[in-house]
T-cell receptor, first 113, second 110 residues
Framework: KAGVTQTPRYLIKTRGQQVTLSCSPI?????VSWYQQTPGQGLQFLFE???????NKGNFPGRFSGRQFSNSRSEMNVSTLELGDSALYLC????????????FGSGTRLTVV | DAKTTQPTSMDCAEGRAANLPCNHS???????VYWYRQIHSQGPQYIIH???NNETNEMASLIITEDRKSSTLILPHATLRDTAVYYC???????????FGQGTELSVKP
């Protein structure tokens, strides 16, 4: 059974640019969540999508956005990149109620220069 | 803010049991205790969860006190591959975000 797939694994962008990260959840999973991990702030929740609808949102500026497609794949977009956006971005999927917990991908390492 | 308190770091000898404590004194009646771990440069991995009864699976055991204000994750025979940051999280079980604290950095030593 394939796990959660995130692409790309590594990315280098310049300040002011925008970036799109992709997440393919486990087959059959309808919920996708996104997290940002930095050394200073740790793991922080960005947003969660379920059946193409945003169900929860964290405390991040509007430059961070996401969407989910009908096949449950999700993308997150960060516009007008800042140096502080450098982080590991993690995607997690679950069937919906997450009774058994979320399955995380290996993440996308974004470096903003 | 995270609703749990964990020690920053712990050491454990290989082959011995690792007991990782977690305090969650403000836990609500409908909140579960979840444990995840994160091995360096990988995504967090679900370990176990429980409501009020002790739980065991192939990875670990979870002991929750009767008042539910604290819990202990037990890795019965720690190996070097169990070296990771362990996160204790409380969450109501209707979906939604995981609030991660700083976790406990467990070092398993030969």
């Amino acid at each position: 059974k394939a796990g959660v797939t995130q692409t790309p694994r590594y990315l280098i962008k310049t300040r002011g640019q925008q970036v799109t990260l992709s997440c393919s959840p486990i087959s059959g999973h309808r919920s996708v969540s996104w997290y940002q991990q930095t050394p200073g702030q740790g793991l922080q929740f960005l947003f969660e999508y379920f059946s193409e609808t945003q169900r929860n949102k964290g405390n991040f500026p509007g430059r961070f956005s996401g969407r989910q497609f009908s096949n449950s794949r999700s993308e997150m977009n960060v516009s007008t990149l800042e140096l502080g956006d450098s982080a590991l971005y993690l995607c997690a999927s679950s069937p919906g109620q997450a009774l058994k917990g979320y399955t995380f991908g290996s993440g996308t390492r974004l470096t903003v220069v | 803010d995270a609703k749990t308190t964990q020690p920053t770091s712990m050491d454990c000898a290989e082959g011995r049991a690792a007991n990782l404590p977690c305090n969650h004194s403000t836990i609500s009646g409908n909140e579960y205790v979840y444990w995840y771990r994160q091995i360096h440069s990988q995504g967090p991995q679900y370990i176990i969860h429980g409501l009020k009864n002790n739980e065991t699976n192939e990875m670990a055991s979870l002991i929750i006190t009767e008042d539910r204000k604290s819990s202990t994750l037990i890795l019965p025979h720690a190996t070097l591959r169990d070296t990771a940051v362990y996160y204790c999280i409380v969450r109501a079980n209707q979906g939604g975000k995981l609030i991660f604290g700083q976790g406990t950095e467990l070092s398993v030593k030969p």
